[in-house]
C-alpha cells in the first residue's frame, strides 16, 4: 500500500521546504509534524475565490467563475489538495475530471501552487485523481497537456497520440 512520507523539517515548516516522496497516494492524509499536514479531498465546497488565486498563481487567463462553479458541479470527480496549518486550510492544489460513467474519463485544470511544485505534489495529487477513477472501474483516461507538461504527465504513464490517435479540436469562427 502507498503511503505519504512528508518531510517536515520543523513544526514551523515554510512550504519551500515541504518535500514528498514516496508513492503518496494511497493516504488522502499526509503524514503530518506539528500543526502542519496536507491531504486531498474529493469534496466540491471549495470556495471559487480561493481557486482563481490558485489558477492566478500559475497565470492562468481567469474564466468567469458562474461557468467554473458549473463546471466543477458537473464534474465527475473533483480533486483538491489541502494544507492545513492548524485551524487554517489552504487550497495548494487541484483537478478535475469528466466523465461518461463508464469507459471514458477526462482529467481538467491540474494545478499545484508554484511554492509548492517540483516536491512530488503534483504526482501524488494526478496519482489520488487515477486511483478515484480506477476505483470506479473507468479504464480509459484521458487529457489535453500543455506542451511544457507533456513530460510531466510521462511520468505517470500517460502517452502522447497512441498508435497515432490525434486530439482534434473544433473552435468557433
Ligand atoms: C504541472 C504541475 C501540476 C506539476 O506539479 P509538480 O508538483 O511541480 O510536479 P511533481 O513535483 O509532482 O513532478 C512529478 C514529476 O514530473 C516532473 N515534472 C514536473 N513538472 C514538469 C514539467 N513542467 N515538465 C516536465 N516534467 C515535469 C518532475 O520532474 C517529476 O519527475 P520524477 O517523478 O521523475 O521526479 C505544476 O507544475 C503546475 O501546476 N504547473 C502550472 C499549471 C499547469 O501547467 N498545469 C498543467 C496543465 S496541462
Redesign the pocket.
Known amino acids: 500500500m502507498g503511503f505519504w512520507k512528508s518531510l517536515f523539517s520543523s513544526s514551523d515548516t515554510a512550504s519551500s521546504q515541504m518535500k514528498l516522496e514516496g508513492d503518496a497516494v494511497d493516504g488522502a492524509i499526509s503524514r503530518t509534524d506539528g500543526n502542519n499536514r496536507i491531504f486531498f479531498s474529493t469534496e466540491r465546497d471549495i470556495d471559487l475565490y480561493e481557486l482563481e488565486e490558485l489558477c492566478d498563481a500559475?497565470g492562468w487567463s481567469r474564466r468567469p467563475m458562474r461557468k467554473v462553479r458549473k463546471a466543477i458541479q458537473h464534474s465527475f470527480l473533483v480533486t483538491s489538495m489541502w494544507q492545513q496549518r492548524g485551524n487554517t486550510r489552504r487550497l495548494i492544489g487541484f483537478a478535475r475530471a469528466t466523465s461518461d460513467h463508464a469507459f471514458n474519463a477526462t482529467i481538467w485544470d491540474?494545478?499545484?501552487h508554484p511554492e509548492?511544485?517540483?516536491?512530488?505534489?503534483?504526482?501524488?495529487l494526478m496519482k489520488y485523481t487515477i486511483k478515484k477513477l480506477r476505483s470506479e472501474d473507468i479504464s480509459n483516461i484521458t487529457?489535453?497537456?500543455?506542451p511544457?507538461?507533456v513530460?510531466?504527465y510521462r511520468?505517470m504513464g500517460f502517452v502522447p497520440d497512441p498508435e497515432g490517435i490525434k486530439g482534434m479540436f473544433w473552435y468557433p469562427d
Open positions: 500559475v491540474v494545478v499545484v509548492f511544485q517540483g516536491k512530488g505534489f503534483g504526482k501524488a487529457l489535453f497537456a500543455d511544457h507538461v513530460n510531466f511520468t
